[in-house]
Structure formats: structure tokens, C-alpha cells
């Protein structure tokens, strides 16, 4: 297995003594990391969370402005059920691309990466609001997921490098807090748009905010640069992972996508990509284990038995996550009647429950030291949530609804941010970007998975029910593409063209739908029900404080200080660098390298 790289990104010559160490690759090629950590003080804190804040709620309100505004669009380009490659492509290349933003972080800094991520974004946002055909907009949408994928994943890791791993949690709740007030006002603001204005403001209005968040990266936020040229940096990017990377993921997501609901699950078409992008997925892995010089996914993090307990529930929150955020409106608008709008507000109670939780939980790891319990007591009571969530119908009560709702907020906003700290916790700095981009890679592929199967289980139940009354084939395929015409806003014309009554449109609700959200959210709970166990058994704890925190806190002071009053004395620099080398040896944080 190839040695784990030393903390710290590539220099051209000897080692800064400051801000790199040396790893030994193991063709014996000597390769330096820049440590990026910059702990700061609380008033630049501020800053860089003000700085970061913007680019995730630029990237959460986009993925919901989007979705509500999808049938409008559909409506424009007269685009079917095509129309759902809209979000599915920018969910395709936002997933493939997780993984690639740690490492490049790493080679050549937080910033570069972000600012990134931000440009492309807002690239693809732009070029989509001109889009004259449906397949002018996948494309484009998919070029913007390249960018949009990074941003949530380079503020989480810029927020480690800034933040003491003890006080991470509660700025990570914060970060938590603001996506879920992303995703809030996300559907009125895109209904709004897309009813009063036009759909392609729904790209535009990001814009302003993109650009004001881009200007408060590049000015604002004081980030640790990184040292070397330019073309030993390039020449460190492992090409053939990025690339093994990025076929292996989509040949992998694709058929996810289009498993059940474009083709059949048993259709060549979805099984031969799919078994395809498994084989380069091993390849990937076995180039990452023996030769890769620099790995994307360094295989040793998995040795690591909190990290892999931690990707496991990631799994499982995305899933669950994903599958709540995207049924439970289209159950609000299919059974109860409600426009895209009022079914975005209704969803508030989990938005607002889990942001709240979110912050407690940041606030109490960062008071306590503690996460385990929170972990799997969060995994416990959202699997009970979706156990409820599976009970329900037409003719629950709404207070009733609400309760089970909250109760899934609450279990899912003590999940997020506490296991980014528990796997932050169990490795080195040096480790900490690629381990969290993998994370929220694995995350992105829950979800992207629980789309799949829930439509699937929620297309079959209801196609038993309409082949069970002898309707047309036409008739199905409209059903079962907008599942909406049977809802109480339904106009008895529109019933009676497909060949239904009002009472038979009830009886497929009741018997083919609802059956079929029940039946999704009980997997919910049972998915939920795992990740419990797996972050009981699996998910050790590890103490937050480093050895080095607090010298490294009054350096930062110093070096802001220095800024404006004299510079520190090289001496002390170098000697600070080895007692901090000395630390890690003695935390075990340097793992020697093996052969």
C-alpha cells in the first residue's frame, strides 16, 4: 500500500520549514504538502463565515429553485418526462466531481479551489438561463454541477483548516443551518420566478449573490497560500485517478438514474454501464492502493474504523435526506392537493427542526468534546420519524403530520455536521480535505441512489394498481409521468380523458400512491435503523484537542500582529515548526510509511 503523504502543497524546492513536510511516494519521489491549517482568531472567524455562508446558500438555493420550477420548464420546452434531466445532470457531475476537490485543494490551495468552483458554477448558471432547446440546458446544467458539487465541500474543508477541531462543530452547525435556510425559502422564491417572471431567472438570480460571494473569497478571507510553481503543482495532479474517477462515477450514477424510471431495472442499457463503472471503480481503487504518487481517495483512510463507520451512515443520511426532500413535497402536491409553492412552505417544520438541531449539536460537541451519543441518538430518532412519515394519508391530521416531520428534523440535524467531526477527528490534518470530499461524495450518492429506487417502488405500486383496472397504456404512462392529475385539484375533464372518476382517482391515490410513499419512507426507517448501529458499533471516540492547537492559535495571533508591527523571528518559526512535528509523532499522527 503507498504511504500516506505527510501533513500539509507542493513546493519546488526544499521544504518551507513553516508550512510543509516531506512524504516519501512509494517510488521514492519526495513529495511536499503545504499545512493549510491557519487557526484564527474569532473576528476573522466572522469573516470567513460570512464569506462561506454566502457560497453554500448560493449552492443550496439553486438545487431548490431549480426543482420547483422544473414542470414550468418542462411546460416551455414541451420537453415530457426529458425535462428530469435537468436536475439529474447537474446531480451527475455535482457527485462525480466530490472527490477531485480535496485533493486539488490540497495541490493548489483553499482558495484557488473555491474560487474554482465558484467560477464554473456561475458559468453554467449563466449560460443555462439562454438555453433554447431542453438539451442546451441538460448540458449546461451538468457544466455547472462540475462547479456547484465543490462549494459545500471546500467550505466544510477551509472551516477545518480555520477552526479548532473542538469548536468545528458548532461553526459546522452554523454552515448546516444556513443550507437549510437555503433550502426554505428556495421553492417560493423559484415558484415565484418561474409563475411571475420567467423560468430562466431561476439560473440568473444566483448572479448577484455568486459574484458578491466570489469577491468576499478573493478579498476577504485570509487563507493560508500555498508554495511551489505552478508546473510542479500541475505536474502532481494524478491524472489517471481523476480521470478513472470521473468515468467510473458516472458510468455508476448514470444507470442509478435512469434505473426504473428512463428504462427498466433488468434493461441492458442500465445493467451494462452499471457493472461497467463497478470494474473502473476497482480499477480506481487498485490504482489509488499500489502506484498512485499523489491519490485522490488515499485507500489507508479506510483502515480507519470511525472514517469507514462514518461513510457508511453518509450513506444513509443522503439516502434518507435526499428521499424526504424530494417526496415529501411531491406527496403534499400528489395527496393533499398543494401547488408547488404551498408544498415547499409545508416543509419548513423539517427544514427549521433540523437547522435547529444542527446548531445545538455543533454547540454542545463544542462545549462537551463529545459526539458519539449525539450521532447515534440523531440516527434513532429520525429512523422513528420515518417510521411515523410512513403511516400517514390523506386524512392525517396535519398538526399530526407536522409532529412526525419535526421529529425527522431533529433526528437528521444531529447526523450532518457531527459526523464530518468524528471523521475529522480520527485522521491527521494532512488527511482531513480528501476525507471529507469523500464523505460528501458518498452522501451525494445515497441520494442520488434513493431517487432512483423510491421512484421505482412508487411507479410500480402505482402501475399494479392501474394495469388491476384495465386502463390504457397511454392512460398509465400519464399517470404514472405526472402523478399530480389525480390529486383533489384535478378537474373532472381531465379525469374523464384519461378514463377515471373522481372515486377511482381516490381508490389509485389510496391503494397505488400512498402504498407506494409508505413503502418508501419504511425503507427510510430501516436504512436509518442501520446507520444507528453502524455509528454504535463503529464510530469511536477520539479526544478534539490537539496537542498543538493553542501554539498554533497564538501564532496566528502573532502572525496578524506581525502585519502591522514587526516580523517574527525566523528562529522561533523554525523551532515552533519542529515542536509541532514533535507533537504529531507523539499523537501518532504521522503514520510511517509502509511498504
Known amino acids: 500500500m503507498s504511504s500516506p503523504p505527510t501533513d500539509g502543497v507542493l513546493t519546488s524546492g526544499s521544504p518551507s520549514p513553516r508550512s510543509s513536510r516531506i512524504g516519501v511516494s512509494k517510488d521514492g519521489a519526495v513529495v511536499n504538502l503545504t499545512d493549510q491549517t491557519n487557526l484564527l482568531p474569532f473576528k476573522k472567524v466572522v469573516a470567513v463565515f460570512f464569506g462561506l455562508a454566502l457560497c453554500v446558500v448560493v449552492s443550496a438555493l439553486d438545487s431548490v429553485i431549480v426543482a420547483t420550477a422544473l414542470p414550468t420548464i418542462s411546460a416551455s420546452f414541451n420537453a415530457g418526462s426529458v425535462a428530469s434531466w435537468v436536475p439529474s445532470a447537474y446531480l451527475l457531475t455535482s457527485t462525480s466531481f466530490q472527490p477531485l476537490y480535496g485533493r486539488f485543494s490540497d495541490i493548489f490551495g483553499r482558495k484557488a479551489a473555491l474560487c474554482l468552483a465558484m467560477v464554473v458554477f456561475m458559468i453554467g448558471s449563466l449560460v443555462s438561463g439562454f438555453s433554447r432547446t431542453i438539451i442546451e440546458l441538460i448540458v449546461f446544467r451538468g457544466f455547472a454541477g462540475a462547479g456547484g458539487g465543490g462549494i459545500v465541500s471546500m467550505a466544510q474543508i477551509i472551516m477545518s483548516d480555520v477552526v479548532s477541531l473542538r469548536d468545528r462543530g458548532k461553526y459546522q452547525g452554523i454552515i448546516g443551518g444556513v443550507v437549510a435556510l437555503g433550502y426554505a425559502i428556495g421553492p417560493p422564491v423559484g415558484g415565484a420566478l418561474s409563475e411571475r417572471v420567467s423560468w430562466r431567472w431561476c439560473f440568473w438570480v444566483n448572479l448577484p449573490v455568486s459574484l458578491c460571494a466570489l469577491c468576499v473569497v478573493i478579498f476577504v478571507l485570509p487563507l493560508k497560500s500555498v508554495e511551489g510553481d505552478f508546473k510542479r503543482k500541475l505536474l502532481s495532479v494524478d491524472y ?75 450513506f444513509a443520511n443522503g439516502f434518507v435526506f435526499f428521499s424526504s426532500l424530494y417526496y415529501l413535497p411531491q406527496f403534499f402536491q400528489v395527496a393533499l392537493g398543494y401547488s408547488p409553492i404551498r408544498s415547499g412552505v409545508f ?15 455543533g454547540i454542545t460537541v463544542s462545549r462537551t468534546g463529545r459526539y458519539r451519543t449525539i450521532v447515534y441518538v440523531g440516527f434513532s430518532v429520525w429512523a422513528v420519524g420515518c417510521g411515523c412519515l410512513s403511516t400517514v394519508t390523506t386524512s392525517t391530521p396535519k398538526a399530526l403530520l407536522v409532529f ?79 402523478p399530480t392529475i389525480l390529486g383533489s385539484h384535478a378537474s373532472d375533464s381531465q379525469l374523464a380523458s384519461l378514463g377515471l372518476s373522481p372515486a377511482v382517482a381516490s381508490y389509485i391515490l389510496s391503494h397505488g400512491y400512498t402504498r407506494g410513499f409508505r413503502s418508501v419512507f419504511i425503507l427510510n426507517a430501516c436504512l436509518a435503523a442501520v446507520a444507528t448501529i453502524a455509528s454504535i458499533t463503529m464510530i469511536k471516540h477520539k479526544e478534539l484537542m490537539r496537542g498543538d492547537e493553542e501554539r498554533l492559535k497564538a501564532e496566528a495571533k502573532l502572525g496578524f500582529q506581525s502585519r502591522t508591527h514587526s516580523v517574527p523571528d525566523k528562529a522561533v518559526r523554525v523551532a515552533s515548526i519542529q515542536e509541532e512535528s514533535a507533537t504529531d509523532i507523539e499523537m501518532g499522527l504521522l503514520t510511517q510509511p509502509t511498504r
Open 404 to 482: 412526525f416531520m419535526l421529529l425527522s428534523g431533529v433526528g437528521a440535524g444531529q447526523t450532518l455536521q457531527t459526523t464530518t467531526v468524528a471523521a475529522q477527528a480520527s485522521v491527521s490534518r494532512r488527511d482531513m480535505s480528501v476525507v471529507t470530499a469523500v464523505r460528501n461524495f458518498i452522501r451525494l450518492l445515497g441520494g442520488t441512489l434513493s431517487l432512483a429506487i423510491g421512484s421505482t417502488i412508487i411507479n410500480n405500486s402505482l402501475r399494479s394498481v392501474l394495469a388491476s383496472l384495465s386502463l390504457s397504456p397511454s392512460a398509465i404512462s400519464t399517470i404514472i409521468d405526472d
Open 347 to 361: 416543509l419548513l417544520p423539517v427544514l427549521v427542526s433540523q437547522s435547529f438541531a444542527s446548531w445545538v449539536a
Open 240 to 314: 489517471l485517478g481523476a480521470g478513472l474517477t470521473l468515468i467510473g462515477s458516472t458510468l455508476v450514477i448514470l444507470p442509478l438514474i435512469w434505473g426504473g424510471v428512463t428504462f427498466p431495472w433488468s434493461s441492458p442499457v442500465v445493467l451494462a454501464p452499471l457493472f461497467s463503472g463497478v470494474v473502473i471503480v476497482l480499477i480506481f481503487c487498485f490504482w489509488e492502493w499500489k502506484w498512485a504518487r499523489l491519490p485522490i481517495v488515499p485507500m489507508y483512510i479506510f483502515k480507519h474504523v470511525t472514517v469507514t463507520g462514518v461513510y457508511i451512515t453518509m
